[in-house]
C-alpha cells in the first residue's frame, strides 16, 4: 500500500552568532525565522546546516589565524526547536570556531534537545556516522561531509568534522562512496549533505558535478550542497536532485550588491515511497538578521535567476501564482 508523500524542507547555512547573537539576547527563539516559520512547520521534516557553534564555553580557534569565529549561547538551541529543525549538518568550515571543548558542548546540547546532526564528533567514527529517523513510516538517512578545514579532519582519538576531498581517487571520498552505498540499503531515503567548495560563483565546480553523480550512483537520493553564500542551479540525475548550493538563509554578513548573499529559498522536496518527486522552492531574503519570505517581485526575480541556472542542467523550472518556483518532474 502506498503511502502519503513526505515533504522535507531543507534551507543552507543558518548563522545564529555575532550581531544575530546579540539580538537574541533580547528577541524570541522564533527571532532569525521571521515570516518562514509557517512554510517550515508545514513539512514533515526540517534540515539547516548550522553555520556555527552553539555553546557557551571554549576559546577562539587559535592554532592558526582565522578571520571569523561563530559562536552563539547556549540557550539558542531553542532557535532551531522553534522551527521544529529535526537535524543539522555540523559538518562545515565554522564548527570548530571555538575549540573541541565547544564542539563537544554543542554535541551535548543537540542531544539534550533531540536534534539529530550529522559530519562532526567526538572522533571519526561519530563523525561520520550516518544519523537516521522514522518519519511517518518511513526512514530517512543523513550524511554529512565537508572540503572545507582540512586541518580539523575527525581521527580514531581526535574531535572533529567528517572530512573529504571531493577527489574520487582520494581514499577519503572512495571512503563515503561506500559508506553512501551501504548505509543506502538501510533507510527509504538518504540525504547527502555537502559543504563544499568557494564562497562564491553561480556555477558549481566542475568536481562538483563529477562527485555529485558519483554520490548518486552510490544510492543518494538527495545530494544537498551548500557553503556557497550564493545559490547555485539544480540538477536531476537519474531523477534524484542535486543542490549544488543553497545559499545563506540566516546571518549578519554584509549583503553583496552583484553576488546578493542575501537571497535564498526554502527547498521543499517531496517524495512518495521513498522515491523523489520534484522540488518547489519558495524564494526569501535576509533582512536585520532574519529569513523572510520574498515579496512577489522580489520572488519573481529570485525564481527567474534560479530558472537561468537551471537552464544549464536541463531542468524544468516554472514559476507557480501561488508564488514558488516548482522544479523537476512539477516543473514540466
Known amino acids: 500500500m502506498e503511502t502519503e508523500a513526505l515533504r522535507l524542507a531543507l534551507v543552507g547555512d543558518c548563522m545564529f552568532g555575532r550581531l544575530v547573537n546579540e539580538a537574541l539576547e533580547h528577541a524570541a527563539p522564533e527571532f532569525p525565522w521571521g515570516d518562514t516559520l509557517p512554510l517550515l512547520k508545514a513539512a514533515d521534516w526540517r534540515f539547516c546546516n548550522l553555520e556555527c557553534v552553539i555553546a557557551d564555553g571554549g576559546a577562539p580557534w587559535s592554532a592558526y589565524p582565522k578571520a571569523f569565529h561563530f559562536r552563539s549561547a ?13 537535524a543539522v549538518s555540523l ?3 565554522h564548527v570548530l570556531d571555538y575549540g573541541y571543548d565547544a564542539l563537544v558542548e554543542m554535541l551535548e546540547i543537540l542531544d539534550g534537545a533531540e536534534i539529530l546532526h550529522a559530519g562532526a564528533g567526538r572522533n ?6 550516518m544519523a ?8 530517512l538517512g543523513l550524511l554529512a561531509f565537508t572540503d572545507n578545514e582540512p586541518e580539523w579532519e575527525a581521527s580514531a582519538d581526535r574531535p572533529g568534522i567528517f572530512y573529504v576531498p571531493v577527489e574520487p581517487e582520494d581514499p577519503r571520498a572512495a571512503q563515503l562512496l561506500e559508506s553512501v ?8 531515503l538518504l540525504i547527502v549533505s555537502a559543504h563544499w567548495g568557494p564562497n562564491w560563483g553561480y556555477a558549481p565546480p566542475e568536481e562538483h558535478v563529477r562527485f555529485a553523480h558519483a554520490l548518486v550512483e552510490a544510492g543518494a537520493g538527495v545530494v544537498f550542497g551548500h557553503s ?3 545559490f547555485r542551479g539544480v540538477e536531476f540525475y537519474r531523477d534524484r536532485p542535486i543542490i549544488y548550493g543553497a545559499g545563506d538563509f540566516i546571518d549578519d554578513y554584509a549583503v553583496d550588491e552583484v553576488e546578493r548573499n542575501d537571497e535564498s529559498f526554502i527547498f521543499v522536496l517531496e517524495t512518495e515511497d521513498g522515491t523523489p518527486r520534484g522540488l518547489r522552492l519558495h524564494p526569501t531574503v535576509i533582512r536585520n538578521f532574519q529569513a523572510r519570505q520574498a515579496s512577489r517581485t522580489e520572488g519573481k526575480r ?3 535567476k534560479m530558472r537561468q541556472l537551471c537552464r544549464a ?6 514559476w507557480s501564482d501561488q508564488g514558488h518556483l516548482a522544479l523537476g518532474t512539477m516543473g514540466e
Open 228 to 230: 556557497s553564500h550564493v
Open 132 to 139: 537516521t529517523a522514522e518519519v511517518r513510516g518511513r526512514k
Open 313 to 318: 542542467f536541463h531542468t524544468p523550472a516554472n
Open 302 to 304: 529570485i525564481a527567474g
Open 74 to 86: 547556549a540557550k539558542n538551541v531553542a532557535v532551531l526547536g522553534a522551527a521544529r529543525i529535526d
Open 91 to 93: 559538518a562545515n568550515n
Open 124 to 129: 571519526f567514527e561519530e563523525a561520520s556516522r
Open 181 to 188: 552505498r551501504s548505509d543506502a540499503a538501510a533507510v527509504d
